[in-house]
């Protein structure tokens, strides 16, 4: 039977039917053909149902959603357009031209997406490494917060002002990262100055005194108060202190508030920037 450039014939016998179908120059013939096919594609099935209970029974407890939830869509859908291509094969098809369009295709779409790959493989790299998680306190380049989230692209930072910033992974990897949150205790320090007519060691006992009676300044290592400057216009006082990080800023911040305050009860005068002007010569006033 002949229609359209299509010819379609029929062959019996003892055993089976077979079908030849002729169209565009391409035959195609039996149904053995069409099971084999039928056999690939339910086979390339069947291996990605598998591999993926696998995954999900022994790899997905290990990974974070955002690490294992587009690995395991890779490697499925690779199995399943790999498995469906091959499986077509029997069918006499040219698939040449189509593999080497898909090579022109991934070259292109891989430069197009060179960030998000590096993104990606740099999360991957950054969670096995786990410099830090989700409510630590840190610091990555100029940007300082706690960490509210972490993908696969990206990280988010609630910097200390409120603001949520997004970083990219890439950029977080290339970066120096200060994680406050590893370190069991924090040292915090600051300067003050005092007058040149006070008593040095009385304002640095006083300073002792605020470190030693607040609850959560550590005695050891033990705190310090040192002389570090002889400035133009007073003594610079070094205060030193180890707390815990989870106290750290509280902490500073109560004790270089009562630093003022301690030093005007024991008679400390912390001066402001002055300048001395000695005159050589008497000056004459025209009258």
Not at 18 to 23: R, Y
Not at 170 to 197: L, P, T
Not at 223 to 234: A, L, M
């Amino acid at each position: 039977m002949m229609h359209s450039g299509i010819h379609i014939g029929f062959a019996e016998n003892l055993t089976t039917s077979t079908v030849t179908i002729h169209i565009m120059g391409h035959t195609f013939e039996g149904i053995y053909t069409y099971i084999i096919i039928a056999a690939g594609i339910i086979a390339t099935i069947l291996i990605a149902l598998i591999l993926r209970y696998w995954m999900r029974r022994g790899v997905k407890p290990r990974l974070p959603p955002h690490v294992y939830n587009p690995l395991e869509k890779l490697l499925i859908y690779g199995i399943v357009i790999v498995g469906i291509i091959t499986s077509l094969s029997p069918l006499g098809l040219d698939l040449t031209g189509l593999l080497v369009a898909g090579g022109f295709l991934g070259i292109i779409v891989g430069l197009a997406v060179q960030t998000v790959a590096s993104n990606m493989f740099s999360g991957i790299i950054l969670y096995f490494e786990r410099p830090f998680k989700i409510g630590d306190a840190i610091q990555i380049g100029e940007f300082g917060g706690v960490v509210e989230d972490i993908s696969i692209m990206s990280l988010k930072l609630r910097r200390w002002d409120g603001v949520l910033v997004r970083i990219s992974n890439s950029e977080v990897f290339s970066s120096r990262i200060m994680n406050f949150g590893k370190a069991v205790a924090r040292r915090f320090s600051f300067r003050i100055g005092i007058s040149y007519g006070s008593d040095i060691e009385k304002a640095r006992q006083a300073l002792k005194e605020i470190l030693e009676e607040h609850p959560w300044v550590l005695t050891q290592p033990p705190p310090e108060v040192n002389v570090v400057e002889y400035g133009d216009s007073s003594i610079v006082l070094e205060v030193r202190g180890w707390t815990p990080s989870s106290e750290w800023f509280s902490t500073y911040m109560e004790v270089i508030r009562k630093a003022k305050s301690k030093l005007d009860e024991v008679g400390i005068e912390i001066p402001f920037p002055q300048i001395d002007v000695h005159i050589k010569e008497p000056l004459s006033l025209r009258t």
